[in-house]
Every structure is written in structure tokens, then in C-alpha cells.
């Protein structure tokens, strides 16, 4: 890997600390980091260099996967950070910081490769990309990256305009939009694992039913009011991870793809599925917030009345939509997608549903978090949940426990400081998603669609159910008839690790 250095913008900020320095650190005793490394952080705060790295330890303390008891290590790992005072507005902070980079360049003969990595608010995006334009920081004769953090946008008109900014500076092969969850070890390897479960007899004499994809979660919205009441499950989940995971899992059929491919097969599928028009968004849509419940015993309060939310908001913390991509291989299989807080357990799940006559159901279930795991089994679909009669190859099927799996950000780090862009989100599909959620946030903006609301400790509302059943299908292991303490074990018996 070619020596870099590394400048991130938010680096006293919550990312930075809970996942930005364990990643490099965990890169770092991978030996996945250069030979020769730079990295500086930025701020507003007024701290030393030494109180910096001091805060940093302090992250890898608490967050680091892997043993930090090894002070010499620690310290040959902080020896490459440094610290400097700037605020996004502040062009002579730029300046100062293009000599503080350069001087860090002789002093450890490193080539002027530099990854800019915006930790911070959506707000300062343009303006740091623009300031690091003009200041002379990108125009050095190696790489530049810059690293992007979601949201892009805040619908298709502000996505647009910031593109459009974006690429005065950096052109779209300089841009790595992080999406977390194509950094997530189950997505990136779902192809691979689907093609040992899948052989194409299979796929010949199997048709699929329909598609399900859940990320749903027990929390709320925690220290996140602020930005949570503008942006809503549509825009915080929606329009990004759960379309990612929808075009990641849809290139891999009817034959996997080459990493290559990704990019174009993602914008295929994208320009594949079928348009909504505000006025019927709410034949496929289901709208929700949650109310006052019990998640594990404990009584939570409804979305209105948590700290910093609007009164009488009417923002989402659900969404479930009916989907269909109109392809040669997809067109007669609808797409589940829902996601939604403060709901009964936190999974990240898709289902695949093969039809079959009777009660007795086909299911591929590709589980992404917290567990992993990929699992072809039969299903009784007249129960309330999963009764799982057998696991058809359970040879073929696995599961991980959420014991030190590998971190996203690690992933995803290590892929910009190598320039392999597969696994960050392309412009191409970033508009695309935006142009296909934009009729629903019109809908939602003119209150064409109702929303339902549901008690916290649920799977949403009930009508998010009939949005499936009026298709003959259910969402597959919704534990409703169980405790909640059986629901947070998790129903998934047969998920035994069999290799
Ligand atoms: N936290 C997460 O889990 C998470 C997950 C996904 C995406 N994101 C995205 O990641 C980004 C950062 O989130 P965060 O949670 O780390 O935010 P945060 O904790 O509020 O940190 C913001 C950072 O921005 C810096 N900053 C604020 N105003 C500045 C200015 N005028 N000039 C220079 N620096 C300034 C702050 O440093 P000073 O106060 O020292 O200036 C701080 O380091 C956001 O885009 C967020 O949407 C966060």
C-alpha cells in the first residue's frame, strides 16, 4: 500500500471515537496500514498534539475489538497522529494546514497521496471540499480521496447540487461514499455464499416468490433528535442502506457478478425498478411512528415526547414499501422492505421465499446482523413464526455469533487507502435512490399517506402486515406469539455453526 496521509475533518467527534480509531488501530496490527502513515485530525477545540493522542487511547480503549494492553504498540500506532485547530470556514486554517501536511510529507518521506475524510455534520461538506480545492491541499502530484459520510442529501434537488459541488473539487472516481453496510462481512460476501447454496439447478427449477428485507431495531432516537426529526426512517435507512442492500442482494441472481460489474449491475437494477407517483405511494407504502410500549420489560416513552423532538411531529421512525423491479429475472417477485425503531428485537434479515405448494414453505435466510449467518430451510407458513421442520442443507448453512466480527469501518478504510471503490456508494446509484424515494418524501410532505402509529415493543404497524397479506405472503419470523423475553433469544434454533 503506497504511504498517505490521512486528514479527517470531525476528529473530536462521536464517529471519529467509537469507530474511526479502532478501525485504524485494528488495520494498523493487521499491518494493513502503510508503511509510512500520516494522519492528522481536525477540530475546532483547542488540544496538543499529545492530549489528542491521549483522547484517542482513551477511544481505543473503550471501543478497540483487539487487546490494548500493549503500551509500546499503542504508542508506535499514536506517534503517526497529530492534531490541528480548524474551523470549516476559516480559509487560512487551510492554509496553515497544507504546510502542517506537507512539513508531516518531508519529515517522513512520505508521497503527497492525501485522503480527506469528512467527519462532520452534511452541512460542511461543500465548504470543506471547496476550501480544500482552493487551498491548494488537493492539487499536490499523488492521490486524493475524499471519504464522505452519509447523509448525501437531503432529497434529489440538494443531493444534485452537492454532487455538483463536490465534483468542482473531486472528480466521482476521487469520491468514496460511505455506506456502512456494503462494508458489513455478510453483505460483501452474500454473493459467494449464495453461489454454494444456489446451484443454478436451482435457480432453474426453483421460482422466487418474493423478498423480504428487514433492519429493524429496539432502540430510539437516543442523542440523535435533532437531525432524526428532519431526516426519518425514509432518509436515515430507507433511502440508503436498505436500496444498498436491495441492489447488492438483486445483482447476484440469476448469476453472480464480477466486483468489476458492481457498479453498473447496482444502477441497472436501480433504473429497473418500477417508478411511484406521489398519488399512489400509498398502495405500497406504510408509513409509521411509534408510541409509548415495553421493549425487554421496560416501559419507553412514545416518539413525542422524547427530548428534542418537535411536538406533534409527524416524522417516521418506520417505513415498509412494497418494491418490484421490472427485469426479465425479478419482474414477478415483490420486494419487502421495512425498517423501523423501538420496534421487538434488532435484527438485519432477508428473506428469500420460493414458491411452493402448501403450508410447508422454501426460505433462504441471509442474516447480516448482529448474528451472521446463511441458511436454506422449510418453514410452516400457517404459523405465527418460524416452526423450522428441518434444515434442508444444513451443511451448506452457518452462523456466527456477534463475537469480534470485523467492523464495517475497518473494511471500508482499508478499501479508500487502496482505491478500491466496489464497496462505496457511486453516484450513479446515490441519484437513482433519490429519484425513486422522491414521490414518497412528496407524499409524505403533502400528507397523502396516513401516518400509523404503533406501540413501541411491536414489528410496526398492523398495516404494514396487510401491505403483505393482500399478496398472499407475511413477514417471515415476526415472533408475535412469544415473550419478549423469547424474542430477544431470537428464534433461529436450527442456526447451529455447522462449519
Ligand atoms: N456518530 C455516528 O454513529 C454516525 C453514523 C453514521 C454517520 N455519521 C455521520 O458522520 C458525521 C459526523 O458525525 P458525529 O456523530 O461524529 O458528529 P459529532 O460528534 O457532532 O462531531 C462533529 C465533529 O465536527 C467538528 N466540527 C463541528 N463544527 C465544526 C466547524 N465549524 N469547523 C470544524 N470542525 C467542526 C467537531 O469538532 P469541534 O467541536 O472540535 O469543532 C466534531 O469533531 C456526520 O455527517 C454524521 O451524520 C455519524
Known amino acids: 500500500m503506497e504511504p498517505a496521509t490521512f486528514v479527517l475533518f470531525g476528529a473530536t467527534g462521536d464517529l471519529a471515537k467509537r469507530k474511526i480509531y479502532p478501525a485504524l488501530y485494528q488495520l494498523y496490527i493487521d499491518q494493513k496500514l502503510p508503511s509510512s502513515f500520516s494522519f492528522i485530525g481536525l477540530g475546532r477545540r483547542e488540544l496538543t498534539h499529545t492530549s489528542f493522542q491521549a483522547n484517542v487511547e482513551k477511544s481505543l480503549l473503550t471501543f478497540s475489538r483487539s487487546d490494548v494492553k500493549d503500551a509500546v504498540r499503542i504508542k508506535k500506532f499514536l506517534n503517526s497522529f497529530q492534531y490541528h485547530v480548524l474551523d470549516v470556514d476559516r480559509k487560512e486554517d487551510y492554509t496553515k494546514l497544507l504546510k502542517l501536511v506537507e512539513d508531516r510529507e518531508a519529515e517522513l518521506n512520505i508521497m503527497p497521496n492525501r485522503m480527506f475524510y469528512l467527519s462532520v455534520g452534511p452541512e460542511f461538506f461543500e465548504t470543506i471540499a471547496t476550501n480544500i480545492h482552493e487551498s491548494g491541499l488537493g492539487s499536490a502530484s499523488g492521490w486524493k480521496r475524499l471519504v464522505i459520510e452519509k447523509p448525501f442529501g437531503h432529497d ?108 453498473n449491475l447496482k444502477s441497472k437494477i436501480m433504473k429497473s425498478l418500477m417508478p411511484l407517483n406521489k398519488i399512489d405511494v400509498t398502495q405500497h407504502v406504510v408509513r409509521g411512528q411509534y408510541a409509548s410500549g415495553v421493549i425487554k420489560e421496560e416501559q419507553v416513552v412514545g416518539y413525542t415526547d422524547e427530548a428534542g423532538i418537535a411536538l406533534g411531529s409527524h416524522n417516521d421512525t418506520f417505513i415498509a414499501a412494497r418494491l418490484r423491479v421490472d427485469d426479465p429475472f425479478w419482474k414477478d417477485t415483490p420486494i419487502y422492505i421495512r425498517t423501523g425503531k423501538r420496534l421487538k428485537e434488532k435484527v438485519t434479515r432477508i428473506v428469500i421465499e420460493f414458491t411452493s405448494e402448501g403450508p410447508v414453505k422454501d426460505l433462504l435466510t441471509i442474516e447480516i446482523g448482529p448474528d451472521e449467518g446463511i441458511t436454506f430451510l422449510k418453514s410452516r407458513s400457517d404459523l405465527a413464526f418460524s416452526d423450522v421442520e428441518t434444515s434442508l442443507r444444513s451443511q451448506l448453512s452457518f452462523t456466527k455469533k456477534e463475537v469480534n466480527v470485523k467492523d464495517a469501518y475497518e473494511t471500508l478504510i482499508h478499501d479508500a487507502l487502496l482505491g478500491d471503490k466496489t464497496y462505496f456508494a457511486h453516484w450513479n446509484e446515490v441519484e437513482l435512490s433519490w429519484e425513486w424515494v422522491q414521490p414518497i418524501l412528496d407524499a409524505y410532505q403533502d400528507n397523502l399517506i396516513p401516518l400509523h402509529i404503533y406501540p413501541a415493543g411491536t414489528y410496526g404497524p398492523q398495516e404494514a402486515n396487510e401491505l403483505l397479506m393482500k399478496d398472499g405472503f407475511h413477514w417471515w419470523f415476526d415472533n408475535r406469539n412469544a415473550s419478549d423475553n423469547d424474542a430477544t433469544k431470537g428464534e433461529f434454533n436450527i442456526y447451529e455453526y455447522t462449519n
Do not use: C, W
Open 156 to 263: 434529489l434537488e440538494s443531493a444534485r447540487q452537492l454532487n455538483h459541488t463536490l465534483n468542482q473539487a473531486f472528480d466521482e472516481s476521487d469520491i468514496y461514499r460511505i455506506d456502512h453496510y456494503l462494508g458489513k462481512p455478510m453483505v460483501q460476501q452474500m454473493g459467494q455464499l449464495l453461489q454454494s447454496t444456489l446451484t443454478e439447478q436451482d435457480l432453474r427449477t426453483r421460482t422466487i416468490a418474493s423478498v423480504q428485507i428487514s433492519a429493524i431495531e429496539t432502540l430510539g432516537v437516543e442523542e440523535r433528535a435533532g437531525y432524526y426529526d428532519h431526516a426519518g426512517a425514509i432518509r436515515d435507512m430507507f433511502q440508503n442502506h436498505m436500496l444498498q442492500l436491495l441492489m447488492m442482494l438483486t445483482i447476484e441472481f440469476p448469476k453472480r457478478s464480477s466486483a468489476d460489474e458492481v457498479v
